[in-house]
C-alpha cells in the first residue's frame, strides 16, 4: 500500500536512485546502530558512520572483529576498518569493505559537529514524547540550544 503519491514504489527507479546518490544521501543512507551503553547515554538509536569512530562487526564471516574506521568508501557503500583485512597471492594486504549496516558503534569520535547533531537527535526523540530529563541531556554532555 503506498503512503506517499509523490514517491514511487517501482523497484528500477528505486535502485537508481540508490545507486546514483550523491555523497550526502550516502552519509546518511550508510548509518549503523549504536551501542547499548551509546543509545542510554546519549539517547539516540543511529548516527551516519565516520572515520576515527570505533565500531564491531557484528553479523557475517568477521563476526565480533572491532576496529577503527579507517575510511567510509561512499562510492561503494563499505566501510574499511583496521585488523580487518585479506591477503592477496602476492602478499599484499588488502582491506575488506564491510556494509554499516553489519556493524555496531561502539566509541563515537565527538566533534562539535557531532555533538550538534546528537543533541538535534536528541530533542527530536523528546518532542516526539519519550520521557528525557535535563539531567540525562547534561551527563551526555550534550548542549541544547
Known amino acids: 500500500m503506498k503512503f506517499n503519491k509523490a514517491v514511487s514504489s517501482s523497484r528500477r527507479k528505486s ?25 542510554k547515554k546519549f539517547n539516540v538509536r543511529s548516527m551516519p558512520i565516520r572515520k576515527d569512530d570505533e565500531v564491531q562487526v557484528f553479523r557475517g564471516i568477521h563476526k565480533n572483529r572491532d576496529g577503527k574506521v579507517l575510511e567510509v568508501y561512499r562510492k561503494k557503500y563499505v566501510i574499511h576498518i583496521d585488523h580487518v583485512n585479506r591477503d592477496k597471492n602476492n602478499g599484499a594486504s588488502v582491506m575488506l569493505g564491510i556494509s554499516p549496516s553489519n556493524v555496531i558503534i561502539t566509541k563515537l569520535h565527538l566533534d562539535p559537529d557531532r555533538r550538534s547533531l546528537l543533541g538535534r537527535k536528541n530533542k527530536a526523540a523528546m518532542s516526539k514524547g519519550e520521557k528525557v530529563s535535563q539531567k540525562d541531556v547534561d551527563s551526555a554532555g550534550i548542549e541544547l540550544d
Open 15 to 39: 535502485r537508481k536512485a540508490h545507486f546514483s546518490a550523491p555523497s550526502s544521501r550516502r552519509r546518511k543512507i550508510m548509518s549503523a546502530t549504536l551501542s547499548d551503553e551509546l543509545r
